[in-house]
């Protein structure tokens, strides 16, 4: 049993925080907390979608809170947390979440495209990190954070630099704030997401980047590159993606089964690219790319 151990077994009448919780495996997560019994409060950048997923929650008998916020900002981050212990008096399960897509080759990439991709996948949920943890210690009792981060926070790929700099970011963040949380005997327990493919809106990011950041996407020309890793990303996750229900299913269960990594992938593909990488490492090589070189 390590620093994922189980803490929370019945979600029933407890609060959860999700963020990006306005589309795909945030809103999965959201609807399964409600289905668990438990208050939400919801997070995105979208207003519109959030106020959809607010709606929807509510629909399901849970108290819902939507709270607009940019994961990117820690005012922002800080006003989540505020608001949610306005409202509710504590905080059970933080699920930090939100993420972007930017593809492109790494030195090709603008500044604000990297600003903008580690701004929310890495400085999100460290923002979430600094915003809750010291709560949910304060608060006393069981707690769970669950970071979001992906396969390609475990292995790498061509054209992908940005992203995969971030996700890697938020997994070694999780296994960080997981050590630390052992090292100070805390109760509360950490988890790493690593979705595998998800039938969701990843591949169309940049719908709210420039709301977000004020900073527009690479043309076609500037960054070709970008425009056929993502189209291979929508492809991927509307044909062969799993549904955000099922993600959220395999969230809640790895939490009670106390994984600090939780996988949607088929177990065995998860252990062949976990596997793959470690042994390249123990080689002296590169570890293979997982896609397009
Ligand atoms: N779908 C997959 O196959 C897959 C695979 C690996 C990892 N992930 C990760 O899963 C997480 C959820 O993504 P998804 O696939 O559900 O995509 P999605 O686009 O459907 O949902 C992401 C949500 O994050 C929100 N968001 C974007 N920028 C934000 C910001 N600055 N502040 C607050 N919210 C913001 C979006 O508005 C959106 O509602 C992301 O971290 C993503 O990197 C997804």
């Avoid at 996700?167 to 296994?175: I, T």
Wanted: proline share 5%.
């Amino acid at each position: 049993m390590g620093p994922g151990r189980p803490v929370i077994e019945d979600f029933g009448g407890k609060v959860a925080v999700v963020t990006g919780a306005a589309s795909g495996i945030g809103r999965g997560l959201a609807r399964k907390a409600a289905t668990e019994g438990m208050r939400v409060v919801l997070a995105d950048v979208e207003p519109a979608a959030l106020a959809e997923a607010e709606a929807e929650i509510a629909g399901l008998g849970a108290e819902a809170l939507a709270v607009t916020t940019d994961v990117s900002n820690a005012v922002a981050v800080e006003a989540l947390a505020a608001a949610a212990y306005e409202r509710f008096g504590a905080v059970h399960l933080v699920c930090l979440n939100a993420g972007v897509f930017q593809a492109g080759v790494s030195w090709q990439r603008t500044e604000a495209d990297w600003a903008w991709v580690l701004g929310v996948n890495l400085w999100g949920p460290i923002h979430g990190v600094r915003a809750f943890v010291p709560r949910l210690i304060e608060q006393g009792g069981p707690a769970h954070i669950v970071v979001t981060s992906s396969m390609a926070g475990m292995m790498t790929v061509a054209y992908s630099g940005p992203y995969v700099v971030s996700k890697f970011g938020a997994a070694s963040l999780a296994e960080c704030v997981a050590h630390d949380l052992v090292a100070q005997g805390s109760e509360v327990g950490v988890s790493c997401l690593v979705p595998g493919s998800v039938d969701t809106r990843i591949g169309w990011s940049e719908r709210n980047r420039q709301a977000a950041t004020g900073s527009e996407p690479p043309s076609e020309a500037q960054a070709p590159d970008h425009y056929f890793v993502r189209q291979a990303l929508q492809d991927m996750t509307s044909q062969t993606g799993r549904p955000p229900d099922d993600a959220a299913d395999i969230v809640f269960a790895g939490v009670r089964a106390g994984q600090f990594w939780i996988t949607t992938m088929e177990e065995d593909g998860y252990q062949a690219l976990v596997r793959g990488r470690y042994d390249a490492l123990l080689d002296h090589a590169l570890a293979p790319s997982t896609g397009f070189s």
